[in-house]
């Protein structure tokens, strides 16, 4: 156990919480910043790691909900249309502009000129700057800036624009923010039972998972941020849950760009009506997503075969390629907590609005919502909370402000835009260069961690000895921060929720990085033993794939 956990823990134990946040995904992360910045005790816990579900399991976009016009929802397309901006602004190390192609089909779900027409209104609702509004694209100039693109039936295009998205950075960036604030965060810490007093929840006994020793967090309020395990926890406390959830599952998969060549992110219609996006990251394309009722074990989404199928040959009809099973380098598969609705049994159709339920013992929860709206999904509840609080405490209402906070790595000085980022980084990369480390190396890094390189370039330098290899200098930096300022407690949240080396970077994957991994984490974690193997297992493709069906 590190400095960072174990003080976390001390303080655990000594302090009465004004709100208990459970789910350390991007809505209880959001929830804790809010409810701190207001200037309240908030402490956030998460059964496994920070964004280990949903919120590090999406398309990786913070994107307006562009086909949510279809379905007639206006409001929700211009408010969390706007909110892209706020996102941005707040975190433009991880939150990126992305030029989205929209090829235009004969028989496809929009005809061009009615598409021209939604992606105005969109523009319009959303407030999308002048310069990333949507511009129409002949065939020719489809097919010049996409030449795999199938060109039967095709009719030109338009390109618009949304948000690329590091979602498990934004979780973590937005945590370490609100440790800022004063919050305290702890990962693998379980509720096991709730406390009460007259008939009120009054917080709960824990299990810190790591170190395999009983908690127990005093709340005056509690709020259930679990996403699809919402249901669940409600359900540990009432016996009967009259609105429940809809869970539909999202899959992914990322191919290499020599089987998929395309270099722009495209958002394509299929034959059944759904929307896929193809979007490329530096040397690997990543398609997704399927959206399906789910059923299953809630802990462990995988990906089927019928997944598989479905998502190849959407891509095999609208590229000039023929993509299979033995094609696929990563795989990952999240679930959506939709409201359930009467009727609507096309997951499709279900609104991906917010909810809170208020169970009679007073616990909070929340659940809908979308990754672009997790700022207002935390403003909501947390102006219910200190409405509730101010009758307990006697205190005032304190608005909310996450609007103007910039998120852990965004602290940059002015108005922040691509280029003033390319020149940031250029500036932080003559800091760092004496170290060895080679320009894309740190740009890589620079976009991770933002204007917290300068954390991970000191330790280079104090790391820096005459015949050590610069990568390995570089990565213990690293496993340093993260490790000491990004509650990281072992190899698999550090190479999957805080760097996505496996899904696109996967020519990294060696027996010989991962040793060199697992021994730095033996370093900087005085407890931590899993093996290579062990450690492999955990990555590997076959992990997320379902082999039987």
């Not at 709020?223 to 009432?238: C, F, H, Q, Y």
């Not at 209402?397 to 280029?419: A, M, P, Q």
């Not at 921060?481 to 698999?492: G, I, L």
Request: glycine share 6%; with cysteine; charged share 25%.
């Amino acid at each position: 156990m590190n400095e960072l956990r174990k003080k976390t823990v001390t303080k655990i134990t000594q302090q009465q919480f004004d709100l208990l946040v459970i789910g350390g995904g991007i809505t209880g992360a959001g929830i804790a910043l809010d409810a701190a910045s207001r200037g309240l005790k908030v402490i956030c816990i998460d059964k496994n790691d920070f964004g280990w579900g949903t919120s590090s399991r999406s398309t990786k976009l913070v994107h307006g909900g562009l086909r949510y016009l279809k379905n007639g929802e206006f409001n929700m397309v211009r408010k969390v249309g706007r909110e892209r901006a706020i996102v941005y602004k707040n975190a433009p190390h991880i939150v990126t502009p992305q030029r989205m192609i929209l090829p235009m089909q004969r028989k496809g779900t929009f005809s061009p000129w009615l598409t021209k027409i939604a992606l105005t209104i969109y523009d319009l609702l959303a407030g999308v700057y002048k310069h990333e509004r949507n511009y129409k694209m002949t065939t020719d100039e489809v097919v010049k800036a996409e030449p795999s693109i199938n060109k039967n039936g095709l009719l030109g295009g338009v390109a618009y624009y949304e948000y690329k998205c590091d979602d498990s950075r934004l979780v973590i960036e937005t945590l370490k923010k609100a440790v800022e604030y004063g919050a305290t965060v702890l990962n693998y810490c379980e509720l096991k039972s709730w406390t009460y007093a007259n008939n009120s929840i009054t917080g709960g006994e824990c299990l810190d998972i790591i170190n395999n020793k009983q908690l127990c967090i005093s709340a005056t309020k509690t709020v259930n941020a679990t996403g699809p395990w919402v249901d669940n926890m409600r359900l540990t406390e009432s016996t009967t849950v009259k609105k429940r959830l809809h869970l539909t599952k999202g899959v992914h998969l990322v191919f290499s760009k020599n089987d998929l060549p395309i270099t722009n992110a495209l958002y394509f219609d299929v034959s059944d009506g759904r929307m896929i996006f193809a979007i490329p990251k530096r040397h690997i394309v990543y398609v997704g997503t399927t959206d399906t009722s789910y059923l299953h074990s809630i802990d462990n989404p995988l990906v089927s075969n019928n997944d598989i199928t479905y998502l190849c040959n959407a891509v095999n009809n609208r590229f000039n390629v023929e993509l299979n099973k033995d094609d696929i380098i990563y795989a990952w598969a999240g679930l959506r907590p939709l409201i359930y609705k009467s009727g609507k049994n096309n997951p499709s159709e279900l609104s991906r609005k917010d909810e809170i339920f208020t169970s009679e013992t007073g616990l909070l929860s929340i659940a809908g919502g979308k990754l672009t709206g997790y700022r207002l999904m935390a403003k909501e509840i947390v102006d219910k909370v200190e409405k509730e609080l101010s009758k307990i405490q006697k205190r005032d209402l304190v608005k909310c402000s996450t609007r103007n906070i910039k998120l852990s790595g965004g602290d940059f000085d002015g108005e922040i835009n691509t280029d003033t980022l390319i020149y940031i980084n250029d500036i932080k990369y003559d800091e760092a260069k004496q170290t060895g480390v080679e320009v894309e190396y740190f740009k890589e890094l620079f976009y991770r961690y933002g204007s917290n390189i300068d954390e991970i370039t000191n330790k280079a330098y104090e790391l820096k000895k005459p015949g050590n290899n610069w990568k390995d200098i570089w990565l213990e930096a690293e496993i340093w921060y993260s490790v000491n300022y990004e509650f990281t407690v072992s190899p698999v949240d550090f190479l999957i929720r805080r760097t996505s080396i496996p899904m696109f970077n996967p020519e990294l994957i060696s027996d010989e990085f991962l040793t060199k991994v697992n021994t730095l984490f033996v370093k900087y974690l005085l407890n931590y033993t899993e093996t290579v193997q062990e450690l492999k297992n955990k990555i590997s493709l076959q992990s997320v794939l379902l082999k039987v069906e």
